[in-house]
């Protein structure tokens, strides 16, 4: 089986959830499943090396079939042989290898043929708004944090100590909604955070960050993506232009072109002091077009 020289283009940078493309190469998979590369996609992918958002959801019509997306995952090929997700033995820009979107479907399709790719675009809204939920909560986090840090770290765009940097330790992203886990273990205190009585000011520190995301909101900040390119692989830079400075920082996933599409922006904490674990969870609520 050959494999593309070429990364897959996408377009879900740009917000587009269908479009048409050609199959370039089918590799059966375990469990009677395949992996469908095509020359183009919308679908988002999952990325086994920060699986924040998960995959879009949808289907492949070819020939006036319907054929469901199981899943759609980073795959890497070095033309004579593909692998999937957490079994992608080289790192990107590796010489010689290319980076592509795998859509995993339980039957084959023909190579070379034509088809059209279509997301579930109401999945693909829920995830974009819980993404850019998650990156402006952790801008209110390291805000109302600032007080706790004694030593100088490198900031945010806002000009706040980025303690989501420094101590974010799991992130996924939901339909409206997201949880973010962070570490407050030793190394974290000897770059200067102190934790100490941190959880009795929790609600405290929540309502804080909650008056700064509504004054977000109400102030419709613009939200974009800088993209370096149409490869699934090429650099992409979310910007979100508030009122206290403009962030900007890589990112892979979908997003919401304003804050003002929301109604509203909140979090809540839980401390897990024992085992120095801080949880912050986001929900948003989306205005109806």
Not at 110 to 132: F, K, N
Request: include cysteine; proline fraction near 7%; hydrophobic fraction near 40%.
């Amino acid at each position: 089986m050959y494999f593309p020289g070429t990364q897959t283009e996408v377009s879900y940078p740009h917000g587009v959830t269908a479009e048409a493309a050609s199959v370039i190469a089918v590799s059966e998979l375990e469990h009677g499943r395949f992996a469908i590369l095509t020359d183009r996609t919308p679908f988002h992918p999952i990325d086994p090396r920060w699986p924040d958002q998960g995959p879009d959801q949808g289907i492949i019509v070819a020939e006036g079939l319907p054929f469901e997306v199981l899943d759609c995952v980073i795959g890497a090929t070095d033309g004579a042989d593909l692998f999937i997700g957490k079994d992608i033995p080289v790192r990107r820009g590796t010489a010689g290898w290319v980076f592509v979107v795998a859509h995993i479907l339980d039957e084959p399709l023909v190579v070379g043929s034509s088809v059209d790719m279509v997301c579930d675009a109401e999945r693909r809204h829920g995830l974009s708004a819980g993404h850019t939920a998650c990156h402006v909560a952790a801008l209110a986090l390291n805000r109302v944090l600032t007080p706790r840090w004694n030593k100088e770290i490198p900031v945010d765009g806002l000009g706040s100590p980025d303690f989501d940097q420094e101590a974010l330790d799991t992130s996924r992203i939901g339909i409206n909604s997201a949880v973010d886990v962070y570490r407050l273990g030793k190394s974290l205190r000897k770059k200067g955070f102190n934790a100490d009585d941190l959880y009795p000011e929790l609600l405290t520190l929540a309502a804080e960050a909650n008056d700064l995301l509504a004054s977000w909101v109400e102030a419709a900040a613009p939200v974009t993506l800088e993209i370096e390119g149409p490869g699934v692989t090429d650099k992409r830079m979310w910007v979100c232009e508030l009122p206290q400075g403009t962030q900007r920082i890589p990112c892979g996933g979908t997003h919401l072109g304003s804050l003002g599409q929301y109604e509203k922006i909140e979090i809540s904490f839980s401390y897990d002091e024992p085992i120095g674990k801080l949880t912050m969870r986001t929900a948003a609520t989306v205005l109806v077009a």
